[in-house]
C-alpha cells in the first residue's frame, strides 16, 4: 500500500515540476496557454500519463507540441527527481475542464428556464 502513496507523491512531484518547465523553458508557441492537470505515475515507474489541459481549446497542436518536448521534458525531469528509472512521458488531454463547463451552462439554462415558467405561471395582481 506504501508503494501506492509513493507513486502519488511522485506524480505530483512530477506535475510541479512539469508544470514550472512548460511555463518557463519551452518557447513552442503550441504549448503556450497549457495547464498540466494531473500526473499519474505506473507502480514500475515505466510509463507517466500526464493530463493536461489548454484555454483556447487548440489541444491536438498543444499535444503536438508537448510530444516534442518530451524529450526535453524527460531529461529535464531526470535532474530534479532521483528516481532510478525515469518514466517515459505520454499527454493525454483532460476535457474535464471543458465538459464541467458545458454542465455549467446547462445548469446556468435550467436555472433561467424555471425563473421563466414561475414568472409565467405566476398571477399577476390587478
Same mark, same amino acid.
Given at each position: 500500500?506504501? *508503494? %501506492?502513496?509513493?507513486? +502519488?507523491?511522485?506524480?505530483? =512531484?512530477? =506535475?510541479?515540476?512539469? @508544470?514550472?518547465?512548460?511555463?518557463?523553458? $519551452? *518557447?513552442?508557441?503550441?504549448?503556450?496557454?497549457?495547464? $498540466?492537470? #494531473?500526473?499519474?505515475? &505506473?507502480?514500475?515507474?515505466?510509463? @507517466?500519463? $500526464?493530463?493536461?489541459?489548454?484555454?483556447?481549446?487548440?489541444?491536438?497542436?498543444?499535444?503536438? #507540441?508537448?510530444?516534442? &518536448?518530451?524529450?526535453?521534458?524527460?531529461?529535464?525531469?531526470?535532474?530534479?527527481?532521483?528516481?532510478?528509472?525515469?518514466?517515459?512521458?505520454?499527454?493525454?488531454? +483532460?476535457?474535464?475542464?471543458? *465538459?464541467?463547463? %458545458?454542465?455549467?451552462?446547462?445548469?446556468?439554462?435550467?436555472?433561467?428556464? +424555471?425563473?421563466?415558467? &414561475?414568472?409565467? &405561471?405566476?398571477?399577476?395582481?390587478?
Amino acid at each position: 500500500m506504501s *508503494n %501506492y502513496a509513493r507513486t +502519488d507523491r511522485v506524480g505530483q =512531484q512530477m =506535475q510541479r515540476e512539469i @508544470a514550472e518547465l512548460v511555463r518557463l523553458q $519551452i *518557447n513552442d508557441p503550441r504549448v503556450k496557454l497549457v495547464t $498540466i492537470t #494531473g500526473v499519474e505515475v &505506473a507502480r514500475d515507474y515505466s510509463h @507517466a500519463k $500526464i493530463f493536461f489541459t489548454r484555454l483556447d481549446g487548440k489541444h491536438d497542436e498543444a499535444l503536438k #507540441g508537448l510530444e516534442h &518536448a518530451s524529450g526535453f521534458l524527460r531529461s529535464q525531469l531526470s535532474r530534479s527527481l532521483k528516481l532510478r528509472i525515469m518514466p517515459q512521458l505520454h499527454f493525454v488531454y +483532460d476535457a474535464s475542464v471543458e *465538459n464541467g463547463s %458545458y454542465l455549467s451552462q446547462l445548469i446556468d439554462k435550467a436555472v433561467a428556464s +424555471d425563473k421563466l415558467s &414561475a414568472e409565467k &405561471a405566476e398571477p399577476t395582481a390587478e
